[in-house]
C-alpha cells in the first residue's frame, strides 16, 4: 500500500523559509510523477509544484522563482523549499503520487493517485 508522509509545516513570519519533506512507501520502484498542493481555508485545493520522471519541473505562477520542488529517489522522498514566504501562503499542503512515470508535469489534482494527509503552513505578517 503506497503511503505518503509530509513534515516540516510551521508558523513563519513573512518573508521566511520552510523546508517540506514527503515520506513515500509502498513501492520500490523511482522517478514516477510527484506534486505539491495546497488549499486555504475556503478555497478549492490547487497545484502548486510538480516534477516528473526526467525531473523536470513546473509551479503555479504565484510560486514561481520562490518554491523549488525536488526528489530523492534513493530515499523516496519529495521535497518544497519555499522562500519568501508571505501570508497568501498559508494553507494546508499536501504531497500527492501519480503512481505512474510521466513525461509532462502534472499539476492537476485529478492526476494523481495517492495523497498525504498534509502538513500545515502558517506565515504571519
Known amino acids: 500500500q503506497v503511503q505518503l508522509v509530509e513534515s516540516g509545516g510551521g508558523s513563519v513570519q513573512a518573508g521566511g523559509s520552510l523546508r517540506l519533506s514527503c515520506a513515500i512507501s509502498?513501492?520500490?520502484?523511482?522517478?514516477?510523477?510527484w506534486g505539491w498542493f495546497r488549499q486555504a481555508p475556503g478555497k478549492e485545493r490547487e497545484g502548486v509544484a510538480a516534477?516528473?520522471?526526467?525531473?523536470?519541473?513546473n509551479y503555479a505562477d504565484s510560486v514561481k522563482g520562490r518554491f523549488t520542488i525536488s526528489r530523492n529517489n534513493a530515499k523516496n522522498t519529495l521535497y518544497l523549499q519555499m522562500n519568501s514566504l508571505q501570508p497568501e501562503d498559508t494553507a494546508m499542503y499536501y504531497c500527492?503520487?501519480?503512481?505512474?512515470?510521466?513525461?509532462?508535469?502534472?499539476?492537476?489534482?485529478?492526476?494523481?493517485?495517492?495523497w498525504g494527509q498534509g502538513t500545515q503552513v502558517t506565515v504571519s505578517s
Open positions: 500527492a503520487d501519480a503512481g505512474v512515470r510521466c513525461y509532462s508535469t502534472r499539476l492537476k489534482e485529478s492526476e494523481y493517485k495517492y
Open positions: 516534477i516528473e520522471t526526467l525531473d523536470k519541473t
Open positions: 509502498g513501492y520500490t520502484y523511482g522517478n514516477y510523477c
